[in-house]
């Protein structure tokens, strides 16, 4: 990006050149320091003039808060969450780019035998690291830049986080960090609104939990699981669960609270009941005779389902995927192809 914007250009197009995205939406003044990455700027959404590094433009933008910069006060929610999926997309192309892999050269020289030998070594105590540990850590994109940054950068002052420091100061302070990346979704449930989703299952252990997710047009977002072990789990006692999550996320912006507790709504659970077995009556037709199924296929991209009976869900997902097809399930029975397929049998 040029140094020298417009002041009317906001920015948040495409960053073809990998340079940070946020950057888009600053005009860049001065560099400060011949090798840092600190600039003076001026946000093109505010018009306020600032310096730091590219953190401080992420923080002004997003608002995360403790970061020692004010926040935006003229940027909107849908900007916001523009730009956080620009900064997402930009993470993630960074990690899927992966460490490059610098081949150690074989030279004959006592140099490079003592310097193979060194590097064999810390091979190996990194491979001894998994003691204990799942093989899967190794394709976690924050193990991989974490040893990237460790191989680029001389940290000899650095010590490793203990036990009780990874349980505890460094465990909050990610879960704060979480936080803010939620913040944007979650601004959005005052404008369109948010629906409460509740289910009950158990842990491997047979723990009884009751779970809370909340759902908008944005994806949902897991908000807690209950243990409810020894509880009895009556009207009353579900009833002071969902008060408390409707505290928590503020009741003026819950739009419909969605539980499998159905005892209250036969009427409703019967119609349910009897389209779901229209819906199978539908699938079973097509599928369990290879020619319906293979007419079928020819007016549909998009394939029937065998979904698992469960509580929850099942249901609405057949029912779903039958809407999906129904345009294609309507031009066969009007074909020539069925029509003839009719006859034949």
Known sequence: MASENNDDDIGGGSNESGEAPLWTYMTKKTKQGAKGRSWSFKCNICGETKSGSYSRVR??????????????????????????????????????????????????????????????????LLERAFGGLPFYLARNPHYQRSFQFAADNKIDDYVLPGYDKLKTTLLHKERDHVEQLLEPVKLTWKEKGVSIVSDGWSDPTRKPLINFIATSENGPLFLKAVNCFGEVKDKFFISDLMKDVLNEMGHQNVVQIITEYLCSKECGREWITEVHEDALAIKHFIMNQNMRLSIFSKFS?????????TRFASIIVMLKRLKLIKRGLQAMIISEEWSTYKEDS
């Open 301 to 309: 991209p998009i394939k029937l389902l065998s979904v698992a009976d």
């Open 59 to 124: 923080a002004h933008l997003l608002g995360i808060k403790n970061a020692d910069i004010a926040p935006c006060k003229k940027v909107t929610r849908c900007e916001k969450l523009n730009m956080q999926r620009l900064e997402d997309e930009f993470e993630k192309k960074k990690s899927e780019s992966g460490a490059r892999v610098v081949p150690l050269p074989w030279e004959t020289s006592s140099v490079a035998s003592s310097a193979f030998k060194k590097r064999k070594s810390s091979i190996s």
